[in-house]
Nanobody, 119 residues
């Protein structure tokens, strides 16, 4: 059974940093690209960042470039999202997801972790 469990969310002041972690269990991690997506209240879920299984390729949404860094640890089956210079508009529930290599859709999701940026 595949499970994705996020952690590391919380309340942070504008300009602060957080690191989100996603622990993956199940026999999918090492061959799939992984992504972080987020959803703020009243909005659709949006892409934040992704990383290929080899970690050679990463992709970021424009709002994340220069502030967020995605990484993965293929030994411990963990994906991280380092977020710096956080803004109030980064407030959302952040989800970790695994991408099907053929359909190119995210088909396994974690439960999400809340990030709130506020003074």
């Amino acid at each position: 059974q595949v499970q994705l469990v996020e952690s590391g969310g919380g309340l942070v002041q504008p300009g602060g940093s957080l690191t989100l972690s996603c622990a993956i269990s199940g026999n999918i991690f090492s061959t799939r690209a992984m992504g972080w997506l987020r959803q703020a209240p009243g909005t659709e879920r949006e892409f934040v960042a992704s990383i290929t299984w080899s970690a050679h390729l990463t992709d970021y949404a424009d709002f994340a470039k220069g502030r967020f860094t995605i990484s993965r640890d293929n030994v411990n089956n963990i994906v991280r999202l380092q977020m710096n210079s956080l803004k109030p508009e980064d407030t959302a529930v952040y989800y970790c997801a695994s991408r099907d290599p053929v359909k190119l859709i995210y088909d396994y999701w974690g439960q999400g972790t809340q990030v709130t940026v506020s003074s």
